[in-house]
């Protein structure tokens, strides 16, 4: 789901895409290479994204990731499922508990 959202507004390289994690979490959540790409192949294998070399401005190639029309469709399905687990744990949390 972060990395469906990360890519939601524009396509971005996988050292990018961590960076973008990283720095809108405050740097509370780090993903690591060796879990975002992947995470970034299956998300392509699935239709969410698509992904095309370019040149940097440094001449160096990157793999760029693009959200697909199936993978904002995803997305969404993905907030709302969280939304609903966020407010059942909350309201979890927010129950007294009963005295035996």
Known sequence: MLILKTLEDQPLHGYAIAQH???TSRALLHVPQG???PAL???EN???LS???VQT???RA?????LTAKGRRQLEEEVADWQRLSD???WILRTERATP
Do not use: F, M, N, T
């Open 62 to 66: 990157a793999k760029v990731y693009r």
């Open 46 to 48: 699935r239709g969410w």
């Open 21 to 23: 994690i990283e720095h």
């Open 88 to 90: 059942a744990i909350a």
């Open 57 to 59: 401005d440094g001449g």
């Open 41 to 43: 192949h299956r998300l």
């Open 51 to 53: 992904a095309a070399w």
């Open 35 to 37: 879990s975002l790409y």
